[in-house]
Structures are given as C-alpha cells and as structure tokens.
C-alpha cells in the first residue's frame, strides 16, 4: 500500500482541515438559505462559489484520493434511478418535480465533499461540530426574532416558530422542528467528545433550545421523535438515564406552560381529552385529521405505487399524482391548485421511485447499518480515539430519520447524505489505519 494513503494522527493533529470549513460554511447555506434574506448571494451564486472553493481546497490540500465504497456506488445508482424516474414522470413539469431537479444534486455534492474531508476521526467531530454550531446560531437567531414578534408562520390555529431566513423550506413549522430534532444527536455526539466543560454548558442549553423549537413547531411527528430518541438513548447509556428522564421531564414542561394551543396540541392528545386543558372542537378536528393524514399518506403511497411499480412517479411528484388514487385528494389551500405532501417517507418513496429506487435505498441502509456496527465494535482508532460512541451515534441517527419518517416526507433530507458520507469515510480511514490494500466493502 502507498504511504500516503494513510492519514497520521500526529499530522493529523498539526494541520488545519481547510475544506472541512469550507463545507461547514456549505451547510450553513444550504440548511439557512441567506439568499431568501440577502437577495445578493442569489444573484453572485453563493453556494455555488462556496463549492467551487470546496473542491479546490480538497485538490490544493491533497485530498482527492480514491475513495471509491460499495456505499458511493449504491447512491450513485440510487441518484441514476430517481433521475430516470423524473425522465419517465409523467408530472416531471410540476413544480415540486422541478425543484428537485434544480436542488437534489446540491446534496450529492455535499456527501462528497465530506467523503473527501473527513480522514480521521478527529476530522469527523470537527464536522460534526460545524453541524451543532450551525444549528445552534440558526436555532438561536431564529428564537431572537421569534421573542420579538417574527420567525412564525399562523398555521392549523396556532402560531409556529420557523427559521429566521427560510422560505417554503425550514420556513414551515414541521421543517423547524425536525432540523431542531436531528441537530441533537450530532450535539450528544460532540458532547461526548469534548473535555471543555464551557462546550459542554453551551451543548446542554442547545439541547434545551432544541427541544424548546420542537414544542414551539406545533410538529408532533418531531415531539414523538424527541421521546424516541431518548429512549434509545436510555438503552445505550443506562448510567445517564437521570440526565435523559430530566429532558423528559423538561420537554414536558414546556408543552404544560406553552399557550393553550400548543398545550393542546400536545398534552391534549395525549391523554385523548381534548377538554382537559382547555382545547376546542376545532383543533381536536385538526389534530386527528393529521394522524389520519399520515395514514392515508401510506395507503396513496401504496397505491400509487401498484400503478407505476418500476419507476414510481418521480421525485416530488406524489402531492399531484396523488390525485389518480384518490379523487379526494387534499391540497394546501382547499381548492387543488397546491397539492399536500404525503407526509410518510415511507409512502412517498415507494410512490416517487418505484421499486428499483426503494431496492436501491434499502440496500444503502443495509450497508450503512453493517458498516455502522463494524465501527460499534472497534476498540480504538488513530491511537485511542474509540469509534464505538461514533457507530452508536450512526446508529442512533438513522434510526431517528427511520421513526420520524413515518409522520413526514423526508426522502430528500440533507441527514441523509451527511450521515452517509460519515459512514463510509470513517470506514474508509479505518480499513486504511490496518494496512488494508482493499476499501472497505
């Protein structure tokens, strides 16, 4: 094996990950959107100046090195297969369709980006970092101007916390509540690495402005999220469970002291008396139109699925395709000019890519779960740097994307590709420290 395909901990240690930062500034502008504030960087192109800067930091700093994992050729062709299911679409003109097209590459773009920047473990925490201080002055500069009088959107009866800068994306609630959601993970896992005990303060009231945006979001689907992910918490650290069962505890305070709408919202249902905490009839209508909603986005999902089983319908496609499984078929503002999303992952990937996309993506996770519990068992990686609590958090958080899937139409979520991208370049660094000639399978 060539000696400079082996990154070593005291240069890693020395050297400064350039395109690390300039990835982390990449995330920045795909997760906050600036251009929807400062119409100027839409006009220069900023994310794309910012990834062109990316690929020319990996060239200069020598890490365009082969990488090439039975991970990256799986999405390759997952990529491929919902291109041809756009080709074959027969709403390929919709609009959700089309932003799609002019969007979902930007991504592909991002997971090899960090392939290539992350070579060491200590490269994946310092990404994983950039992701937590991204979320945290996002989430912050959001709730600023939320306390002031903005930052919401009045939806289904109640006021919702959004993102500061964000149009239709993370400018709906849901999106709001379900960035706040996945950013806790990547915060646990950085809490778990750090010595500073000023990080860590900063981490735990992350952790509670977190779960304050996912109360505030009105999203129930990212509430339920919240008590999944501590429960697997409780299973992988039994030693910690006082610090989880108080975030319990916390979240639930929030939703007993948030407005009667937002008490409702979540109290309320879950004890099936609308009454007890001073609901209406109208919100308890909405409330269960929503849980019947992400059913039925299953059962379309199905069936459009037994229509057009090879190729699906295309991505983006299924709000409007809806309609030839379901003459009622919902829309945004009642009058079916703006169809609504499925809101189950699970129906909108079986209905948008069709049978060879789903074969596809379930044969990605099926490698990532493999790979992710090959790094669970790992004693140690570059001289002492555990890889187990990094295969727990893998783990832990796509199996978060794989609970919250079933209440939102996340197939085309940024978490993806980032975990991914994680995933097989820590593999790949592994399999290089042994001395192994062969990447990783």
Known sequence: MEE???????????????????????????????????????????????????????????????KA????????????????SFLFSPYSGYAAALHWKETYWKLIVLYFLILFSVDSMRDAVQLIAGQVIVLFLYEAQSW???????????????????????????????AFGSMALMGIPFGMFWYSKTKS???????LFFFIMSAAS??????????????????????????????????????????????PYLKHRYLDQMTFNYKQFGG???????????????????????????????????PGASPIARQEVRTDAPSVNGEGQVFMQLHNFYGQILSESGIIGTGLFVLILARYFAQARKLKVRDSFETGHSTIQFGRFLSLSIMLLLFYGFASHLLYDYNWLILFALCDALSVAAWREEGMERLPA
């Open 4 to 66: 400079d395909w082996t990154i070593e901990p005291t240069a890693a240690k020395e050297r400064l990950n350039y395109p690390l930062l300039l990835v982390t500034l990449y995330l920045w502008a795909l997760i906050t959107t600036p251009q929807n504030r400062f119409e100027f960087l839409g006009a220069i192109q900023f994310e794309k100046i910012i990834m062109a800067a990316c690929w020319a930091a990996l060239a200069l700093t020598g890490r365009l090195r082969p």
């Open 69 to 84: 994992t039975v991970g990256t050729f799986l999405l390759i062709l997952f990529y491929g297969a919902l291109f041809m």
């Open 144 to 174: 600023l101007d939320y306390i002031r009088g903005g930052s919401y959107v009045y939806q289904q009866g109640m006021r919702r916390i959004v993102g500061l800068w964000s149009g239709g994306g993370i400018g709906a609630g849901n």
């Open 197 to 203: 005990s000023k990080i860590r303060k900063l981490l």
């Open 214 to 259: 996912i109360v505030y979001s009105g999203t129930r689907g990212a509430f339920l999220g919240l008590l999944f992910l501590v429960l697997m918490v409780l299973a992988y650290r039994k030693k910690k469970a006082r610090l989880f069962i108080g975030l319990i505890l916390l979240v639930v305070s929030f939703a007993a002291f948030a407005p």
């Open 280 to 314: 209406d009839q109208a919100l308890d209508k909405s409330a269960a139109e929503d849980a019947e909603g992400r059913i039925q986005g299953l059962e379309d999902g199905w069936r459009m699925f037994l229509k057009r089983s090879v190729f699906g319908y295309g």
